[in-house]
């Protein structure tokens, strides 16, 4: 197939301007108006409010260009946001209505030779919809209607910026004879024979005559590992290749990825493929009736939020097997990168997955309220060892499945998405929607959902990608999706509950409260904090963090009209219950970004101290969609890592400790994911809180060994005492780790027994007293932060280049101590 761009320059027109202005394709109105100087930067502080006019305007793009004739040419769009009708030469072609497929149209006769004009014009997806009966969900709900991205009508972490425009690309495509145009691969047996590869092939062309295919396994390394040759008149074939002594695919921190390719080559046309070799399957064994699980499962469905969504008789575990082997799966839940999806860039994307491999996360999930990404997201996954789990696109409403027009687009969208991401191995398994289905169940002959899952979705993934699961929604299992001790749990669905908590109690036990949310496998684990103020001044001025009123740190933290008072309020209501009342503005930014870190590090903790019960947890969320002041990402929109993906990625270790006190006592808890622990030894030191200077006491003990997916509990000789803070430094064979535990409130404040230095992109840090959190505040990157020093320890940290955009910023050090 040969293919002629029609990406670049562009010209648009449209309401709110005068005349033809320069465009972009890939593109969309506000970055065309942007670039053209008639709208502000709608990123920067609160902009956006005058730029809300676009998403009731209509507007044309248009391009002239030259092509070569051919009655079989075709015009792709491979992403049109949304409602639009295209013309080719003055005669209507086709229309849109659904940003998430792409749109082939047969142009024939209507391609003329040598000059040409393309026209595409966008209706307002507000207008559109004006006059539709009202329907339920969160936030605004005209959504619903519109089959376009959802988070950007406005969410509780992204602003409104509803768009129109070509964001993918463009081009003609011409027919050259047979060829092969997509190929499903899988695995069907790994065994001590090999590895059974199945491909499953399509070609087209063949009418007038077939040719002579050659089918080849090239292995990671370049060799042929298997080939075979057929003689392509006709769509369908399948070839089976045993592939002996296949290097195995498996997530970050449990094997390497080895990345195979499948060529098929016909002729002068050639298609490539890339797959690996990995089984997936999905343990869910019933807990034994009295077992230790199942008598924590009953537990759990007696709390305040487990009660919630019924009782289940029977609980099981959700344990991921890659190839066999039991994996721990950690992580964090993917929204769109920029609110504009043209804007997004293979770059970015590939940083953000490296960056989730660095803080030690294996799986990440692409949430059901933005779009199927880009190509460059699941081929970083697969090369870095991140497994990704897919939703559908619809999230938190209640969508108008009762219309055949809606089914059949989902119809649509899903075998669109399944031959595009099938053959990937980082991707597990897919979600049927996000949230939708909460109170539904597999019991029940109606609940919202499950036509769009049953009728529109399975049919699709069950032909074209049967070797996954689709679950009807996420979260899933139980006598209703949304249950604590079976299938998969959303924390964030007990929000309300949470943040009712901080604004009606004293939190002085914030960490069993929180530590209580345990659940068999955690889909949206929710913790929410500040950026750090390098970001916070790229789109806001220092006047604006030195306001009493927070006008614009509010503005850039979205709220949920769910919610009796702004996300804004209760977050930092509980930072100051948690951490003191700031002195400054410097202590007032570090509260909000240090209150994300101690949220995540309890959850976080909890979840080792439970696994094997536990079996994996996804923070709420990994990466920002717009410039956040305060919200929800471990990762802001600059690439800059929050001081949360600190705390994640200390708790990301195959080996952590955490501390807690049981029935009177210090417990000492020692957790394995895919290691073993040996040797394991520990010092505690014991503080007085009215003098860091010194510990009052310091003791040693052993452990002993600790086998893989294990936890180990050991009482530490310390009585608990609310005057008192306690340090265990945890050792072992190859690693070691540093837990505390304080009673109460952490109460912190401005550390004076700090000296620091700066040299060549290095920081050298020194504590002359107990510096419990260390910020390294800079336009670089510390290596490490929000660490712990004990009296007269010293660090020395390195500073790298961001992955984003470096700024230039001076950097500062500062302890914050027990008050």
């Not at 079976?486 to 007990?494: D, S």
């Not at 622990?677 to 002993?704: C, H, I, K, N, Q």
Request: net charge negative; proline share 4%.
């Amino acid at each position: 197939m040969k293919k002629v761009r029609l990406d670049g320059d562009w010209i648009l027109s449209g309401d709110g301007f005068e005349g033809w202005i320069e465009a972009s394709v890939p593109g969309c109105v506000h970055t065309d108006l942007y670039r053209a100087g008639i709208i502000p930067n709608p990123l920067y502080r609160d902009n956006n409010e005058r730029c809300k006019w676009i998403e009731r305007g209509s507007f044309t793009y248009r391009k002239s260009f030259t092509a070569h004739a051919d009655s079989a040419a075709v015009l792709v769009f491979e992403g049109l946001d949304t409602y639009c009708d295209i013309y080719l030469n003055g005669t209507h072609i086709g229309e849109c209505h659904n940003i998430f497929i792409p749109h082939r149209l047969f142009v024939g006769e209507l391609l003329a030779e040598g000059e040409n004009l393309l026209e595409v014009c966008f209706r307002s997806p507000i207008n559109e919809v004006d006059g539709l009966p009202p329907r339920s969900g969160a936030f605004t709900t005209e959504r619903l209607y519109t089959r376009r991205m959802q988070c950007t009508y406005g969410w509780d972490w992204v602003e409104r910026f509803v768009t129109a425009g070509i964001y993918r690309p463009v081009y003609l495509e011409y027919p050259t004879g047979v060829e092969a145009v997509d190929a499903y691969i899988y695995t069907s047996h790994i065994d001590s024979f090999g590895a059974e590869v199945v491909c499953e092939l399509e070609f087209c062309g063949f009418e007038n005559g077939g040719n002579l295919a050659r089918v080849e396994l090239i292995s990671p390394w370049g060799a042929v590992v298997g080939s075979t040759e057929l003689f392509a008149d006709r769509e369908k074939f399948v070839r089976r290749f045993n592939v002996k002594h296949p290097s195995l695919w498996y997530p970050a921190g449990y094997g390497e990825q080895p990345i195979y390719t499948l060529r098929v080559t016909v002729g002068e046309n050639v298609l490539t493929q890339e797959f690996g070799i990995r089984t997936v399957r999905i343990l869910e064994d019933a807990d034994e009736v009295g077992s230790e699980y199942f008598e924590l499962a009953e537990k759990m469905q007696k709390t305040q939020h487990g009660s919630v969504f019924g009782h289940n008789k029977v609980h099981s575990g959700f344990l991921v097997l890659i190839n066999g082997t039991p994996v721990y799966c950690k992580g964090a839940n993917w929204v769109p990168c920029e609110p504009f999806p043209s804007e997004e860039s293979d770059e970015k994307i590939t940083k953000l997955v490296k960056m989730a491999r660095e803080m030690g996360a294996n799986m990440l999930r692409v949430w059901g309220g933005g779009y199927f990404e880009r190509d460059s997201l699941y081929s970083a996954c697969d090369r870095e060892g991140i497994m990704l789990l897919q939703d559908f696109l619809m999230a938190c409403g209640e969508y108008p499945e009762d219309e055949a027009r809606f089914i059949g687009e989902l119809k649509l969208e899903a075998e669109c998405a399944a031959r595009r991401l099938r053959n990937h191995p980082s991707l597990l398994w897919w979600h049927g929607d996000n949230e939708n289905a909460t109170m539904g169940s597999d019991l029940q002959e109606n609940y919202t959902g499950r036509e769009s899952a049953l009728s529109g979705l399975f049919g699709a993934v069950h032909s074209l990608d049967p070797q996954r699961r689709l679950l009807p929604s996420s979260p899933y299992g139980g006598n209703t999706y949304g249950s604590v001790t079976v299938g998969t749990t959303h924390t964030t669905n007990f929000l309300g509950t949470i943040f009712e908590y901080f604004s009606d109690t004293d939190c002085t036990d914030y960490k069993e409260y929180l530590g209580g949310f345990t659940a068999r496998f955690i889909s949206e684990e929710g913790v929410f904090g500040g950026a750090s103020t390098p970001s916070l001044l790229r789109f806001m001025t220092e006047r604006d963090l030195s306001d009493g009123d927070e006008r614009m740190l509010l503005y850039h933290t979205k709220g949920n009209p769910a919610l009796k008072r702004e996300i804004f309020e209760y977050v930092t209501d509980f930072a100051r219950k948690l951490l003191g009342t700031p002195q400054d503005t410097e202590q007032r930014l570090f509260n909000y970004a240090y209150t994300q870190y101690e949220w995540v590090r309890v959850a976080f903790e909890n979840a080792r101290r439970h696994i094997g019960y536990n079996n994996g947890i996804l923070f709420w969320m990994f990466n920002d969609c717009w410039p956040a002041a305060l919200g929800w990402a471990l990762v802001d929109y600059y690439l800059m890592p929050k001081a949360a993906y600190y705390s994640f990625r200390r708790l990301a270790r195959p080996v952590s400790a955490s501390v807690t006190v049981e029935n009177g006592e210090y417990i000492l808890s020692v957790s394995t994911e895919n290691a073993k622990a040996l040797g394991v030894e520990y010092t505690a030191y014991a503080f007085d809180l009215a003098d860091m200077s010194a510990p009052v006491a310091t003791l040693s003990g052993y452990v002993g060994d600790v086998g893989e997916r294990s936890v180990v509990r050991e009482a530490l000789p310390f009585a608990p005492d609310g005057g008192t803070v306690v340090y265990v430094d945890v050792s072992f064979d190859g690693g070691c780790d540093r837990c505390f535990y304080r009673e109460g409130a952490l109460s912190l404040s401005r550390a004076t027994g700090i000296e620091w230095s700066i040299s060549d992109d290095t920081v050298t840090v020194r504590a002359n007293e107990c510096i419990h959190a260390v910020e390294i505040e800079s336009g670089l990157v510390p290596e490490d932060n929000y660490f712990t020093l004990l009296p007269g320890e010293e660090r020395v940290v390195r500073l790298l280049p961001p992955a984003g955009d470096r700024l230039e910023y001076p950097t500062a050090v500062r302890g914050f101590t027990h008050g």
